[in-house]
């Protein structure tokens, strides 16, 4: 991990929050300490609690920022009138998208939401995760009653196994590497809209 340098507290704040998600996607919540955040941080923990004041914060801020960018990028999708084939193509892309913007993010989304989402402040989880299966199976059911997609599908299956297959990459996927997200975006859903598209 990389000390924090610099006197702006913006950027500082952000180096923090960056640091964080790497150590909870690493260790796990419950497993990470103050200590060990400042400590990769090259910090003083009580020069932490300057910035913060809890762990249980910098999570919130870290999965926060996260899920309303994703949001954003979805909403945009879903409201560009596309078919339903455009739309998971295009949802798909934002998916990675995020995955290559806020991977340890989306690691510690995909652990730890379930548990977490049962403590009050983490209740809007659960409340994100509703929304968005609600917006892929409206869109799966769409191409369904559209016949761009099989008449015999399953579409809660079908949904997850999407939503798992992708948000997976998070635990390999590394920014910078040879494929951009949307060329990772573009093989999978060669694949993947293959076997749900009707056969002519």
């Not at 990675?96 to 809007?124: C, K, N, T, W």
């Not at 509703?130 to 892929?136: D, P, R, S």
């Not at 997850?160 to 990772?184: K, L």
Request: proline letters at 3%; zero cysteines; a neutral charge.
């Amino acid at each position: 991990m990389n000390a924090i340098t610099g006197n702006d507290g913006v950027e500082r704040r952000a180096a923090l929050l960056a640091t964080a998600a790497e150590v909870f996607a690493a260790r796990g919540y419950n497993a990470t300490t103050v200590r060990r955040i400042a400590d990769d941080a090259g910090l003083l923990a009580g020069s932490l609690y300057y910035h913060f004041d809890s762990k249980e914060s910098m999570l919130d801020e870290i999965l926060s920022a996260f899920l309303d960018e994703l949001w954003a990028g979805y909403g945009t999708v879903l409201a560009a009138g596309l078919g339903p084939r455009e739309t998971i193509e295009a949802l798909v892309t934002q998916s990675f998208r995020q995955i290559d913007r806020h991977g340890p993010a989306v690691a510690i989304y995909q652990r730890e939401s379930r548990h977490l989402s049962a403590q009050p402040r983490f209740a809007y989880l659960a409340d994100t995760r509703l929304k968005f299966e609600n917006a892929w199976l409206r869109t799966l059911e769409r191409g369904v009653a559209e016949r761009a997609f099989r008449a015999d599908l399953d579409v809660r299956l079908v949904y997850r196994f999407v939503r798992d297959t992708v948000w997976v990459a998070a635990s390999w996927y590394r920014p910078g590497g040879v494929h951009s997200p949307e060329e990772i975006a573009r093989q999978y859903l060669s694949m993947v809209l293959e076997g749900i598209t009707p056969r002519t």
